[in-house]
C-alpha cells in the first residue's frame, strides 16, 4: 500500500486526501484559484481549516466575511488560516491570480463558532540540535483548546540537509500518558522548487517500511508507525500537517525506543 500523494497539475478544487481513505481522522484538499474566481463547499460532519498557503483572497462561512487576507508564500509569512465549524458554509474569493489554500479537515462531533487565525496567533517553537533542526509553527494546537473539536494545524521547515520529526516518533497507539492516538497528514513545499526530501515510514517489527522521494507538492497519509523527514542539502524543505484522532487534542509522540538515547545530547552540548 502505498501512502504518497504526488503533486499534479490543477485548477479549482481537488481532495487529495479524503477522511478515511488512508487515515480515518485526517483529510486534505487543495484550492488554486485565478483572480476573480471563487469556490464553496459545505462542512456537513467535518471540521475545516483552510490555511492560506500564497495569494491574497476573502474567505466567507456562514455568512461571515474575513477580508483581505494575504500571504506572499508558505516561506516567506507565517500563516493565515480560518476555522470551518460542522454542519457550515464556506466560501473563497480569489483576490490574486495564483491564490492557493489547503482545505484540512476531521470528522467532528461538537460544532464551534468560526474563528481566525492571523500570523501574529502562530506559535513558534524552534527543536532539535546538531543536524535535526527545524523550525515549528502551531496554527491550531494548544491555543484553540475548546475552541475546535479534535483537528491540530501547523507547519514545519526543515533547515538544508537536516532532518526533522527526528528522533523519530509515532502517536498511533492510545497509551497516555507515553502516547496519543492521531493519525497524521504532510503536504509539502520545497525551496528551490527543484530540490527534494525524503519520507520515512516505520514501525517496530518493520512490517511498515516506506521511503518516498518528495518534490513540491507532494502530500503523504501517515496513519501509523513512525515518520522522520529529511531535507537534501541545499535545498529547504516545508510541511504542512493536519493531525486528529479519537481521544482528544493532547499531542503526545512517543520516540523510537532504539533512538531516544538522542534526548540526552542536547544538555551534553550547553
Known sequence: MSYFYPAKEQKGFRQVIPVG??????????????????????????????????????????????????????????????????????????????????????????????FIIRPEDVIFNHRGVLNWQRDVYDIMVANVEGKVDRIVVGETYSFPGQWSSYPSHKHDTQNLPYECQMDEIYYFKVKPTEGFGVQIMYNDDLSLREAYMIKDGDAV???????????????????????AGPHGRQLTPNDDPKLKWLQNIPAMLK
Not at 90 to 111: G, I, K
Not at 222 to 233: E, F, Q, R, T
Open 221 to 243: 497519509a501517515l496513519p501509523a508507525g513512525y515518520h522522520p523527514v529529511a531535507a537534501a542539502p541545499g535545498f529547504q524543505v516545508y510541511y504542512l500537517w493536519v493531525m
Open 21 to 114: 481513505e488512508k487515515t480515518a481522522y485526517t483529510g486534505f484538499g487543495l484550492l488554486k484559484l485565478a483572480a476573480g474566481e471563487s469556490y464553496g463547499a459545505e462542512t456537513k460532519g467535518e471540521e475545516v481549516v483552510l490555511v492560506l498557503l500564497a495569494g491574497k483572497c476573502h474567505i466567507t462561512v456562514n455568512g461571515q466575511t474575513f477580508d483581505n487576507l494575504s500571504r506572499k508564500d508558505v516561506f516567506a509569512e507565517k500563516a493565515t488560516a480560518v476555522y470551518v465549524p460542522i454542519n457550515s458554509r464556506w466560501e473563497v474569493a480569489a483576490l490574486s491570480p495564483n491564490l492557493e489554500v489547503a482545505v484540512l479537515s476531521a470528522p467532528a462531533e461538537r460544532q464551534f463558532a468560526p
